[in-house]
C-alpha cells in the first residue's frame, strides 16, 4: 500500500500556538458538560484524519465532476425536423 508522508514545519516557538489551537478546535464536552480537552497525541491524530477526510473528498469530487462532464457531452440532440 502507498502513502503519503506530509511535513507541516513551524518555527519552534510556534509549537504551543499550533497545538493549542489544535485542541481547543477539536475540545468536546461531556454528558455533564465538563471540556473534554485532546491530548497533543490525540489533536494530531485528529488533524492526520481531517487530512485523509479532505483527500478523499476532493478526489470523489473531481472524479464525481469529470463523470458528469462525460455523461453530459454523450448526449447529442435529436436529429428531428
Given at each position: 500500500?502507498?502513502?503519503?508522508?506530509?511535513?507541516?514545519?513551524?518555527?519552534?516557538?510556534?509549537a504551543?500556538?499550533?497545538?493549542?489551537?489544535?485542541?481547543?478546535?477539536?475540545?468536546?464536552?461531556?454528558?455533564?458538560?465538563?471540556?473534554?480537552?485532546?491530548?497533543?497525541?490525540?489533536?494530531?491524530?485528529?488533524?492526520?484524519?481531517?487530512?485523509?477526510?479532505?483527500?478523499?473528498?476532493?478526489?470523489?469530487?473531481?472524479?464525481?465532476?469529470?463523470?458528469?462532464?462525460?455523461?453530459?457531452?454523450?448526449?447529442?440532440?435529436?436529429?428531428?425536423?
Amino acid at each position: 500500500m502507498a502513502t503519503f508522508n506530509l511535513v507541516i514545519t513551524y518555527p519552534d516557538g510556534e509549537a504551543s500556538r499550533i497545538l493549542g489551537a489544535l485542541k481547543a478546535y477539536w475540545t468536546t464536552q461531556d454528558a455533564q458538560g465538563n471540556a473534554v480537552v485532546p491530548t497533543n497525541a490525540q489533536a494530531i491524530e485528529k488533524l492526520r484524519l481531517a487530512v485523509v477526510a479532505n483527500v478523499k473528498d476532493i478526489v470523489f469530487r473531481v472524479e464525481r465532476d469529470a463523470a458528469v462532464k462525460a455523461a453530459a457531452d454523450a448526449v447529442t440532440q435529436v436529429g428531428a425536423t
